[in-house]
């Protein structure tokens, strides 16, 4: 796989190394929107069929991104919308116990928190071993471990967001299927990006911001639901989600009857006539690259950055366990960073600070020049404190 640089509208002298912070956008995205918000201006040619149209194709994308089938597939304005919608129809062991991991994105950690009170079962929050260098195996141990017969919730990132490692997902899928507890994935930070099997993973939830690694916008995200929550009780009573909601006519008919398997659980309005064309394009594209490409273009991409930083002594994370397109950087303590950030700012240079993590993030619109830029800010911040 080539870079793919040309099919965005990134500015030619900066070095946009921060997709999990905010993706760019396609060009033929951007030229889905414009033609989204044209006929804005003349209502009349939004058709009925238009409601529904691009809501089925982005499903249908989605699904075959994540091995699932549409149907299961749900239209929600956010992550934590996703999160309330399926811990709402999850009833917890009595004295059990939920677990997630330490520095979990905020909205995965309070719904969880919220939840355990709730419900009476302990939250148990799990992190590495602090004297551990390179630390996902012996993460993803503990993790193991604690999973039990008293576990109710498992919910965690596929890739933590802060500093790019990876959760060994097929191994607590299977352990939490043998234990009888619900296991709810964040992949905000990973799908599009990396390749993800639903089934293959035994995942009863997914949930996942669009604006990332599917080049989205803000304000849309898409969940699995597996049939577990066939039955269950959606937040909100979208008019949408009936089975009879494609007839206007007879909308105030009040049909009780939702739309089978997850369809109850979308979220109100989502038609999105300006959001769903851009997505819709994102994901299409996407699929034709296929995440296993992506994966192995970023590998190769960031391969003399590692090199270098392995030169500076910098200990890095396992291959096993690190991703390829969201990774974090413990530099050196000589390293000023103050004096880095100054630099990277004033080179052009756009990268993530998070907690105690320099957060670098490559999708295929970077390039070796993207690369070599970061490699030289960094040498002339260590060159100035020599």
């Known amino acids: 796989m080539k870079c793919q640089k040309e099919l965005f509208s990134l500015k030619g002298n900066i070095h946009y190394l921060n997709c999990a ?21 003349n209502p009349a040619e939004i058709s009925v069929d238009d409601f529904f149209q691009d809501v089925k194709i982005v499903k249908e994308y989605f699904a ?10 749900i239209i929600i304005p956010s992550v ?3 999160f309330s919608t399926v811990l709402n129809n999850i009833k917890g062991k009595q004295n059990g116990n939920v677990i997630t991991i330490k520095d979990e994105f905020p909205s995965g950690y309070f719904s969880l928190k919220r939840w355990s009170s709730e419900n009476n079962n302990k939250l148990i929050v799990i992190e590495p071993d602090k004297n551990e260098t390179a630390i996902g195996e012996n993460w993803n141990n ?10 109710s919730v498992v919910l965690i990132s596929a890739v933590h967001w802060m500093n790019g490692l990876k959760f060994d997902l097929e191994k607590i899928g299977q352990k939490c299927s043998e234990v009888g507890a619900k296991f ?13 099997d639903v089934i293959k993973y035994k995942i009863h939830a997914l949930v996942c911001a669009s604006y990332k690694w599917m080049f989205g916008t803000y304000s849309i995200a898409l969940a699995y639901l597996n049939d577990d929550f066939e039955f269950g009780r959606p937040l909100e009573e979208a008019w949408v989600n009936r089975v009879n909601s494609m ?3 007879s909308l105030t008919e009040y049909e009780e009857n939702y739309i089978p398997h997850a369809g109850r659980y979308n979220v109100g309005e989502t038609s999105n006539f300006i959001s769903m064309p851009i997505l819709r394009e994102s994901l299409s594209q996407i699929l034709k690259w296929k995440p296993v490409h992506i994966d192995e273009y970023c590998k190769n991409l960031r391969l003399p950055l590692f090199k270098y930083l392995t030169e500076l002594g910098v200990v890095l994370e396992n291959e096993k366990y ?4 969201l990774f974090a950087l413990q530099l050196p303590k000589t390293i000023d960073l103050d004096l880095l950030k100054q630099n990277l700012k004033a080179n052009n240079v756009f990268i993530s600070i998070r907690g105690n993590y320099l957060r670098i993030s490559i999708n295929v619109f970077n ?4 690369i070599q830029k970061l490699i030289d800010v960094i040498k002339m911040t260590v060159d100035k404190k020599n």
């Open 64 to 73: 075959e991104l994540i091995n699932a089938q549409s149907h299961n597939v």
């Open 247 to 249: 007839n206007f006519e």
């Open 80 to 82: 934590s919308y996703g």
């Open 367 to 370: 390039d070796e020049k993207d």
């Open 21 to 41: 912070y905010k993706s760019p956008l396609l060009k033929s995205a951007e030229e889905a929107c414009m033609k989204a918000l044209a006929r804005e201006r």
């Open 142 to 151: 503990k993790l193991m471990k604690q999973i039990n017969d008293e576990t």
């Open 322 to 325: 690190l991703a390829n397109h």
């Open 184 to 196: 709810i994935v964040d992949g905000t930070q990973s799908v599009g990006a990396l390749s993800m």
